[in-house]
């Protein structure tokens, strides 16, 4: 876990986007608003484009593992649509320590260090009563106690403001906390006044940690030790990342729920999922199924507890089988509600990468180059790296994607482990791209119309550019693009009609309909590209989202689509809300 910080330093180096890209992207191309701009494929595994993908990733993986000798390797990635992942590689090292797996497997069990963080934090807001906003002091007053170095002023620099630290200030970085307390180089061999610390003969380190054969920290030393740790910011000053906030987080869990932390896990997060090879600390030794990489005894990190608290931000183990029902869980709104889910998956804080965002706790990559129009797509991880162990769980919401990488030996490491998830994405995104493209094309595109009042719509799915292309739109014999500037202009003096480029983009809402049977009613939006090429490098498509819903009459909206889609999937009809016209389709 000392890692983790040094893997968000690489990973903060290994920027995906850049500010020149962004431009460069959006002048050649529309704007879409951020988020999915077609609906997700439902079948990609049947999808060419998708088998060719996977083809192409399967072969950079041989590749990678070709000389591994001592490293397991799990890689597998499935939409949420389907059941089972429409890639799998796992690679079973010829040197490895027999005691449990000899056949690496989706039921190989790894450690997934700090992974964890993201039961821990999913524990918290599953919480009843408890509010990401409360100051972690609501749950555990004590943390005002913590004992500082004798002799220490309280002050701001001496002494966190506990009372304005919250829950999710913890849970996304932000609490300015410091990183570590058992992680320590008192406890790591060497002699360290060779290198300039002071000897403190009568004022010991800690004596725990959890590693290298110490006994975990108790609760107990916690409240002893980090108080002497000076915090690094005030709360929401900026990030730093802390294992210690994480810990305390799991302590909250128990001074709420009145469970151990480990319980806790069970009986709301691995019980609901049918999780049965995730394990909050060591699995059983019966379980049998985890690979241990062939090391010394001292350095089998297999076997290391974190103990009660800290295994909260680092102490879990999993399999491929599980993280992909983790993900497809999470992103199916399976313990928290669609609204609380697609608040977890969004940014909290910035961080000095522009193309890492931090949530709670995710690491949160945004990549203008994945994709043939150059549009921001967000990829939600965790990545996890102890000793031997490296790991990232990856999730990109807009294509109900989900990614597991799990390693284990000294072969792989945390730079190969982050570029597997970027891997994974460059070679499989696009092709899931093209996959929606085409169920869209079957589904959406075509001609709507309305002969009574002389009204058509006609879609298309064009190669590069994002959503629904509206090709033709005319209502009551009115070309309605030709007339998007004479609409958004409210002196009411009509001009010559300049056709303005128009796409339709999904928005997420879904009903049944009205009449009852097996339609189901799919909101989308349309938008018009108003600026110029140059324009929009300018504004960096920085206005789209306060383009939407602008022109109104009679309270009605000119962009808002209704479709009428099939138990197919298929579009039957459009509802043009904004000029009360309903249009069938007729090819
Ligand atoms: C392969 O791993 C084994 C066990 O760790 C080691 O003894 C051996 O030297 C390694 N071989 C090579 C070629 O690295
Ligand atoms: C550590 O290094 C210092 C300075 O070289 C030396 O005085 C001391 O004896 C060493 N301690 C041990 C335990 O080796
Ligand atoms: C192999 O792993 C088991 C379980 O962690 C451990 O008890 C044993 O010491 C390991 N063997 C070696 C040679 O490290
Ligand atoms: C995206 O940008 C990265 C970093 O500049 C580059 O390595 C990669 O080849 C680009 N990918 C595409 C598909 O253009
Ligand atoms: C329908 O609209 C089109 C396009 O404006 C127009 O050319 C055509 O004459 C109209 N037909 C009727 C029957 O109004």
Not at 54 to 59: A, L, R
Not at 93 to 119: C, E, G, W
Request: with cysteine; glycine share 10%; proline share 7%.
């Amino acid at each position: 876990m000392r890692l983790s910080k040094r893997r968000l330093a690489a990973a903060a180096a290994f920027t995906w986007t850049t500010l020149s890209g962004v431009a460069l992207a959006v002048s050649l191309g529309p704007c879409p608003p951020l988020g999915p701009v077609l609906p997700a494929p439902v079948r990609p595994s049947a999808d060419p484009d998708v088998q060719a993908a996977v083809k192409s990733f399967e072969g950079s993986l041989n590749a990678l593992t070709a000389g591994y000798n001592a490293s397991a390797v799990s890689v597998a990635v499935k939409s949420i649509q389907e059941d089972e992942p429409f890639f799998s590689f796992h690679y079973t090292p010829p040197h490895f320590n027999t005691s449990d797996t000899h056949k690496v497997d989706a039921d190989t069990v790894y450690r997934i260090a700090s992974i964890s963080k993201l039961y821990t934090v999913l524990g918290v807001m599953l919480l009843d009563g408890v509010r990401m906003d409360d100051p972690v002091t609501k749950y555990l007053p004590q943390l005002r106690n913590l004992r500082r170095e004798p002799g220490e002023p309280v002050n701001e620099i001496t002494t966190p403001d506990w009372d304005e630290i919250t829950l999710g200030s913890i849970a996304s970085h932000q609490s300015g906390l410091g990183s570590d307390l058992a992680l320590e180089l008192a406890n790591s061999p060497g002699n360290w006044t060779e290198l300039g610390r002071p000897a403190l003969p009568g004022d010991p380190g800690p004596d725990c940690g959890g590693t290298l054969l110490l006994p975990p920290c108790t609760t107990s030393e916690l409240y002893r030790d980090f108080g002497k740790h000076h915090s690094v910011y005030g709360p929401f000053t900026s990030v730093v990342y802390s294992n210690v906030g994480i810990g305390i987080l799991s302590l909250v869990i128990e001074a709420v729920s009145g469970k151990s932390f480990d319980d806790y896990i069970q009986d709301t997060i691995l019980d609901p999922l049918g999780l049965t090879s995730t394990f909050p600390s060591r699995p059983p030794s019966d379980t049998k199924r985890g690979f241990i990489p062939d090391t010394t005894p001292e350095m089998n990190w297999w076997d290391y507890d974190f103990g009660p608290w800290f295994s909260s931000a680092g102490g879990f183990y999993t399999s491929t089988n599980d993280f992909l029902t983790l993900g497809t869980a999470i992103l199916f709104n399976k313990l928290l509600t669609p609204s609380q889910t697609r608040k977890w998956m969004k940014p909290q804080i910035a961080t000095s990468s522009a193309g890492l965002l931090l949530g709670e706790p995710w690491e949160i990559f945004r990549a203008d180059n994945v994709t043939a129009d150059g549009r921001l797509v967000e990829i939600y991880t965790k990545t996890g790296d102890i000793w031997g162990y490296d790991a990232t769980f990856c999730l990109v919401p807009d294509y109900g994607m989900v990614a597991s990488i799990l390693t284990a030996g000294f072969e792989a490491g945390s730079a190969a482990v982050f570029r597997l998830c970027s891997d994974a994405v460059r070679h499989l995104l696009p092709a899931l791209e093209k996959a929606g493209k085409a169920e869209a094309r079957a589904t959406m595109a075509g001609t709507y119309a309305d002969p009574a009042t002389n009204s058509t719509m006609t879609l298309a799915v064009d190669e590069t550019g994002p959503g629904l292309r509206v090709t033709d739109w005319v209502v009551r014999g009115v070309d309605v693009n030709a007339n998007y500037a004479n609409y958004a202009n409210m002196d009411g003096r009509f001009v010559e009609g300049v056709d303005t480029p128009c796409r339709l983009y999904p928005r997420g809402l879904k009903a049944g309909s009205s009449g009852g049977g097996p339609q189901q009613l799919v909101s989308w939006r349309a938008h018009w590209d108003t600026g110029t090429p140059q324009q929009n490098a300018e504004l960096d498509s920085g206005y789209v989202w306060a383009e939407l819903d602008r022109v109104i009459y009679k309270f009605n909206t000119l962009d808002d689509v209704v479709a009428s889609v099939g138990e197919d999937g298929a579009a039957r009809g459009l509802d043009l809300r904004g000029f009360r016209v309903q249009l069938r389709r007729v090819h």
